[in-house]
């Protein structure tokens, strides 16, 4: 993990020089011009030399980086493997038994031979088999509903809190009851075997999941600010580029590696007899929750507040001062997009090699492996790439964007063949990058359009708006099981719909920074030469003389 964390030192204090120049009016024009030491040494593609002389923020330490890291490792397996995976199996162990399909148990609707197993537990997620409101929902579907609550439930709790992240001292207390929340409720699933008692489950864990990622992209934005001055000339926009975009990147790897780990834990457990999934199936959820808990480590480790000048007239609407901001709600256009358009090929992938294809049952961990372990070479080997076209967020998300053009568009085309295990692992590889680079620079750029002091308010907006995307592609891809062509045919559009967005919308990050004054132009008075690492401000203070 060390090569994940860049160095961070103390920054000395600051040298002053001050000097007089005689002017021709009859007064002195003295000079005073602090900056910070020189650069000492360049790493991982940043400068260390870069702070805040008028809203100084210390440095992230070692072990708070670290605990960021580990926080995303805890959580990220939430929307991307419990929720969408375990719970859809979970439910469909407390319906009963679906009747036999026309082709029979031990075939797919495509004529190719299956193991009795795996069809039985594709009809019992995708059969309609849950009455309620004089309606039929399949297992699927009631995962949906339970999220859509959880969504719901979470958007006046997160209107709430959303003062309170910028401002006081109550992150802490924010951050740890919504971990704490979410991961108690992961618990008591296997408790009562009824298809009801899962709404309230599902519902407060993503509630609370929504709240705790709202607590965790705020840090990032803070921990970022600390590489940077408060006003930060244009030739020195890759710093904060590359600090954020590493940041993110190793905390999205973190999360791969505990989304890899749950779903080869889910494999394993719906390996053994066919009257203990259930149980099996909770112990995955008791495992997952503990891991969830276990992120509180992050929690208090991270504790940065932020002292700002000024505070609101009304809080009730603190929450809507994002819609001041035109480069921000773009940006979160673009965070659904990429939310809606990787959760719609992940689970119609699935849907698609489970219930059609008929492979060994092994292919599925394999797709779930390459799905989220690929990723730990690919992300990193991106950011060389970014430095050396230069390539801000929005680069990267037309990157992401084209990747899922690119598989939703094969998987459309392809849909009607008998796909090999060869083309299921690359496009797990494939699908796999691009998910995670939405999901690394879709924050990055949200929060580069965020106003020094907001990034509370701002993060709540990122958390709930990417759950709906994620709930809208499940939605989309669970409402239609056995037609694929209709699950990338939709993703495909949701995916051109966002690179035609940023490539036509005018977006830059350093568009975003310089509107949310984070950044100026090289033309305004007070910037500092070029190629210096050092931050200079120059004050001239006019003193009247006595004649």
């Given at each position: 993990?060390?090569?994940?964390?860049?160095?961070?030192?103390?920054?000395?204090?600051?040298?002053?020089?001050?000097?007089?120049?005689?002017?021709?009016?009859?007064?002195?024009?003295?000079?005073?011009?602090?900056?910070?030491?020189?650069?000492?040494?360049?790493?991982?593609?940043?400068?260390?030399?870069?702070?805040?002389?008028?809203?100084?923020?210390?440095?992230?330490?070692?072990?708070?980086?670290?605990?960021?890291?580990?926080?995303?490792?805890?959580?990220?397996?939430?929307?991307?493997?419990?929720?969408?995976?375990?719970?859809?199996?979970?439910?469909?162990?407390?319906?009963?038994?679906?009747?036999?399909?026309?082709?029979?148990?031990?075939?797919?609707?495509?004529?190719?031979?299956?193991?009795?197993?795996?069809?039985?537990?594709?009809?019992?997620?995708?059969?309609?088999?849950?009455?309620?409101?004089?309606?039929?929902?399949?297992?699927?579907?009631?995962?949906?509903?339970?999220?859509?609550?959880?969504?719901?439930?979470?958007?006046?709790?997160?209107?709430?809190?959303?003062?309170?992240?910028?401002?006081?001292?109550?992150?802490?207390?924010?951050?740890?009851?919504?971990?704490?929340?979410?991961?108690?409720?992961?618990?008591?699933?296997?408790?009562?075997?009824?298809?009801?008692?899962?709404?309230?489950?599902?519902?407060?864990?993503?509630?609370?999941?929504?709240?705790?990622?709202?607590?965790?992209?705020?840090?990032?934005?803070?921990?970022?600010?600390?590489?940077?001055?408060?006003?930060?000339?244009?030739?020195?926009?890759?710093?904060?580029?590359?600090?954020?975009?590493?940041?993110?990147?190793?905390?999205?790897?973190?999360?791969?590696?505990?989304?890899?780990?749950?779903?080869?834990?889910?494999?394993?457990?719906?390996?053994?007899?066919?009257?203990?999934?259930?149980?099996?199936?909770?112990?995955?959820?008791?495992?997952?929750?503990?891991?969830?808990f276990g992120g509180m480590v992050h929690?208090?480790?991270?504790?940065?507040?932020?002292?700002?000048?000024?505070?609101?007239?009304?809080?009730?609407?603190?929450?809507?001062?994002?819609?001041?901001?035109?480069?921000?709600?773009?940006?979160?256009?673009?965070?659904?997009?990429?939310?809606?358009?990787?959760?719609?090929?992940?689970?119609?992938?699935?849907?698609?090699?489970?219930?059609?294809?008929?492979?060994?049952?092994?292919?599925?961990?394999?797709?779930?492996?390459?799905?989220?372990?690929?990723?730990?070479?690919?992300?990193?080997?991106?950011?060389?790439?970014?430095?050396?076209?230069?390539?801000?967020?929005?680069?990267?998300?037309?990157?992401?964007?084209?990747?899922?053009?690119?598989?939703?568009?094969?998987?459309?085309?392809?849909?009607?063949?008998?796909?090999?295990?060869?083309?299921?692992?690359?496009?797990?590889?494939?699908?796999?990058?691009?998910?995670?680079?939405?999901?690394?620079?879709?924050?990055?750029?949200?929060?580069?359009?965020?106003?020094?002091?907001?990034?509370?308010?701002?993060?709540?907006?990122?958390?709930?708006?990417?759950?709906?995307?994620?709930?809208?592609?499940?939605?989309?891809?669970?409402?239609?099981?056995?037609?694929?062509?209709?699950?990338?045919?939709?993703?495909?559009?949701?995916?051109?719909?966002?690179?035609?967005?940023?490539?036509?919308?005018?977006?830059?990050d350093f568009d975003g920074a310089e509107?949310?004054?984070?950044?100026?132009?090289?033309?305004?008075?007070?910037?500092?030469?070029?190629?210096?690492?050092?931050?200079?401000?120059?004050?001239?203070?006019?003193?009247?003389?006595?004649?």
């Amino acid at each position: 993990m060390a090569e994940m964390i860049p160095d961070i030192e103390t920054i000395q204090e600051e040298s002053t020089t001050s000097t007089s120049t005689p002017m021709g009016n009859g007064h002195e024009t003295e000079i005073k011009i602090e900056k910070l030491p020189e650069k000492e040494e360049e790493e991982e593609g940043y400068s260390k030399g870069y702070v805040s002389l008028d809203d100084y923020e210390e440095k992230p330490a070692r072990v708070e980086v670290l605990g960021w890291y580990f926080y995303g490792f805890c959580t990220y397996l939430i929307h991307s493997v419990l929720i969408p995976i375990v719970f859809p199996l979970i439910v469909s162990q407390t319906v009963s038994w679906p009747p036999q399909p026309a082709q029979g148990w031990d075939k797919s609707p495509r004529g190719l031979v299956c193991r009795e197993k795996e069809t039985n537990l594709y009809q019992r997620l995708t059969y309609r088999s849950i009455t309620g409101s004089n309606h039929n929902f399949s297992p699927l579907e009631w995962t949906s509903i339970s999220w859509s609550i959880g969504l719901i439930l979470a958007a006046p709790i997160l209107g709430s809190i959303s003062f309170n992240l910028d401002y006081g001292s109550q992150q802490v207390l924010i951050a740890a009851a919504a971990t704490a929340i979410g991961a108690i409720f992961c618990l008591p699933v296997g408790l009562f075997k009824t298809v009801w008692i899962f709404l309230p489950y599902i519902a407060a864990i993503v509630a609370a999941h929504t709240v705790s990622t709202a607590c965790h992209t705020r840090q990032l934005g803070l921990m970022v600010s600390s590489f940077r001055p408060t006003t930060l000339q244009q030739h020195g926009i890759p710093i904060r580029r590359a600090v954020s975009g590493w940041f993110s990147i190793f905390a999205t790897v973190a999360g791969c590696v505990g989304s890899a780990i749950i779903s080869a834990f889910t494999y394993h457990m719906l390996g053994g007899s066919s009257d203990q999934e259930f149980i099996s199936l909770w112990i995955v959820s008791i495992f997952s929750g503990l891991m969830w808990f276990g992120g509180m480590v992050h929690v208090f480790t991270s504790h940065r507040s932020k002292t700002n000048p000024t505070i609101p007239n009304s809080k009730l609407l603190y929450a809507f001062s994002i819609f001041k901001y035109p480069r921000a709600i773009g940006s979160l256009v673009g965070v659904f997009l990429s939310s809606f358009t990787t959760m719609c090929i992940f689970t119609g992938g699935v849907l698609f090699i489970v219930g059609q294809l008929c492979l060994k049952p092994v292919v599925l961990l394999y797709f779930w492996l390459v799905y989220f372990i690929f990723p730990l070479i690919s992300l990193p080997l991106c950011q060389p790439l970014q430095h050396f076209l230069k390539a801000d967020a929005v680069k990267m998300q037309q990157l992401g964007f084209l990747l899922s053009t690119a598989t939703s568009g094969a998987g459309f085309y392809f849909q009607e063949k008998n796909w090999k295990v060869t083309v299921v692992v690359i496009f797990a590889a494939v699908q796999g990058t691009s998910t995670g680079l939405l999901h690394a620079f879709g924050r990055v750029l949200l929060l580069d359009c965020s106003p020094s002091g907001k990034e509370g308010a701002f993060s709540i907006w990122f958390s709930w708006i990417k759950s709906l995307g994620t709930f809208a592609g499940f939605a989309v891809s669970s409402a239609v099981p056995g037609k694929i062509g209709t699950s990338f045919g939709i993703a495909f559009c949701s995916a051109m719909l966002g690179i035609v967005m940023f490539i036509f919308g005018n977006f830059s990050d350093f568009d975003g920074a310089e509107d949310e004054g984070h950044v100026k132009d090289d033309s305004e008075r007070g910037s500092p030469v070029h190629g210096l690492d050092a931050v200079a401000e120059t004050k001239e203070h006019v003193l009247q003389e006595t004649p």
